[in-house]
């Protein structure tokens, strides 16, 4: 056995709203540069739907993943080592401009330069690729809440799937049954596609943390690595020639901070923590039957309290703190514990580090909207049963088909709403309503705290790097706060090229001054989304608030800009 420490995530769908503001911050954090116009390392889709880029899940068409030979060993979808180098200099196997979106701006001149008359001036869309006018065909979201899913629902993969199995056709009335959104970063595997498929070797894993990052400085463009991840979720940057791809802000992660998009989601749906797994096994859990891939994956999580697993986990050098972090990880409790959190797309064997728990409020809103009561138990457990499409759809999301998984996650949850509603209202909890579900009382109201009202350290439970650590975590990289990302050295990648900073080193010297004074820390002034730590209030995020009228005094608002 060979412990090993991954930071992960767990997401519950439940109390995503759709906002996307984990979205936007994260692409102002880290893709904010030329050639990264249309690249978003978190997105969030509405299903069903499409996604992005479009239709990525077919992997019949785009090839991702793993699959098991006539051998039973893993191979790479995509084809195996001699059949990659045949087609090394030629990927056609990988999304398109089209898949994607091509990136655009308006025509803003036209508004601000227009004579006067009497038409009103257009700002047109126009192509960042070709600076011509453009048509708006296709975004990170084009689905956004159902949009235009009368129309091309069908095309979403798993749509297709779930109607090609049944026996009889499914009218697609999906959009009456259940809506959910779906965030999306990269899956930080255990066992990643992407970094076998890379043929320069310019992908890895860190062993302090399980975070997949590309080497910027090997990156050759090859761009197998996004023929080879099933997610989507590494991106061609066309101005500097390298792939680039969520590093799960790393330089937050080592300072012991959230990352960009957890730290700003607005219904605190994200959870961070540790897992301690068992290195040696990987390959023999993505090689299980399909049927047996999410138990596998759960039998590669190690418990942090095992005496066994700690000995082995010092003797591997990971640190006190990483194994007392992994002792109180939210990630660990939800996805093996509870057994409530379950990995995106099992099937593709690559073992996700960002787990879902699947939602349950398209049942109780069908409840609520034919006048049942939508939180009393016997209602609840029925309505899961009856409502077979929702549960199928969910199944070939995170269990690979298996739709009992998903039936039983769904009804710890609805116990949870019905055990919790007693004690709202003042009546004795019913144990019998935890049994049901394999729980007991406390137990359910260790969930009810974690998934409804757990406070900031209990979902951010994240080690902090050790400073004997700091030199081989200092990672090359440039600075995000101007132009001049990774990889934009001088010479023939781009004009855009900039100075390489260690942002490892930048951020341990941003936060210790913050630590250290009372006043404003940073670079001239400058906030930066992967150091924020909501201590600083500069004066442009935060402008003073005149009142008083004329001759009034300003004055800083407590709640800050609005």
């Known amino acids: 056995m060979r412990v090993m420490a991954q930071v992960a995530m767990v997401m519950t769908l439940d109390k995503c709203i759709g906002c996307h503001t984990c979205s936007v911050t994260c692409k102002q954090a880290w893709t904010n540069r030329a050639g990264t116009e249309y690249v978003w390392f978190n997105n969030v889709e509405t299903r069903p739907g499409q996604g992005y880029p479009r ?68 700002a047109r869309p126009k192509s960042l690729i070709t600076g011509e006018d453009t048509k708006v065909e296709w975004s990170a979201n084009w689905d956004d809440d159902l949009g235009g899913t009368t129309e091309m629902g069908h095309l979403d993969p798993i749509v297709e799937k779930v109607r090609r199995e049944s026996e009889e056709k499914i009218a697609f009335e999906y959009e009456k049954t259940f809506m959910f959104y779906l965030p999306r970063i990269c899956e930080h595997c255990l ?19 399980g975070v997949v990052l590309v080497d910027q400085d090997r990156c050759r463009g090859w761009r197998q690595c996004i023929t080879g991840c099933p997610y989507k979720k590494i991106y061609f940057n066309h101005k500097t020639g390298k792939a680039e791809k969520c590093t799960f802000c790393y330089p937050r992660i080592e300072a012991g901070i959230p990352t960009v ?3 700003t989601c607005v219904g605190r749906m994200r959870y961070i923590g540790v897992f301690l797994y068992d290195a040696d096994a990987v390959t023999a859990a993505a090689s299980a039957p399909e049927e047996e891939l999410y138990q596998a994956q759960l039998d590669l999580m190690l418990d942090p309290r095992d005496p066994e697993v700690i000995r082995q986990a010092k003797a591997a050098g990971i640190e006190g703190s990483w194994l007392d972090a992994a002792r109180r990880s939210p990630v660990y409790k939800l996805a093996k514990e509870w057994k409530v959190a379950l990995p995106l797309h099992p099937e593709y064997r690559t073992m996700p580090m960002v787990w879902y728990v699947p939602p349950l409020s398209p049942i109780v809103d069908l409840l609520k909207e034919q006048g049942h009561d939508a939180e009393d138990a016997g209602n609840l457990f029925g309505a899961i049963d009856a409502l077979r499409i929702p549960v199928e759809y969910l199944a070939e999301l995170f269990t690979a088909g298996d739709t009992g998984i998903i039936t039983d996650v769904l009804n710890k949850l609805a116990a949870m709403r019905s055990y919790m509603r007693d004690i709202t209202l003042g009546r004795d909890p019913r144990e019998e309503i935890a049994q049901a579900v394999g729980m007991n009382g406390a137990e359910m109201y260790e969930m009810y705290r974690m998934m409804a009202i757990a406070k900031y350290n209990d979902r951010y439970v994240i080690p902090k790097a050790h400073v004997e650590d700091a030199h081989r ?90």
């Open 261 to 263: 998009c957890a730290e």
């Open 473 to 562: 975590l200092e990672e090359m990289g440039c600075s995000l706060d101007f132009e001049g990302g990774p990889g934009m050295y001088e010479g023939a990648f781009g004009e855009t090229s900039g100075r390489p900073m260690p942002v490892a080193v930048e951020t341990f010297q941003n936060l210790k001054d913050r630590q250290r004074s009372e006043a404003v820390a940073g670079s001239g002034g400058r906030v930066s989304l992967l150091t924020w730590d909501r201590d600083e209030r500069p004066d442009a995020l935060f402008p003073p608030e005149t009142t008083g009228g004329p001759g009034g005094s300003p004055r800083n608002t407590a709640g800050g800009a609005r």
């Open 191 to 209: 066992n990643p596609s992407c970094m076998a498929s890379c043929p320069s070797g310019a992908i890895y894993k860190r062993s302090e943390d």
């Open 55 to 122: 239709r990525h899940e077919d992997q019949e068409k785009w090839r991702g993943g793993w699959t098991l030979n006539r051998r039973g060993r893993l191979q790479l979808k995509s084809g195996n080592r001699l059949q990659k180098l045949f087609g090394i200099f030629a990927s056609p196997v990988q999304p398109e401009l089209k898949d994607y979106y091509e990136p655009w701006t308006y025509d803003y001149a036209s508004l601000v330069n227009a004579p006067l008359g009497d038409d009103f001036p257009v």
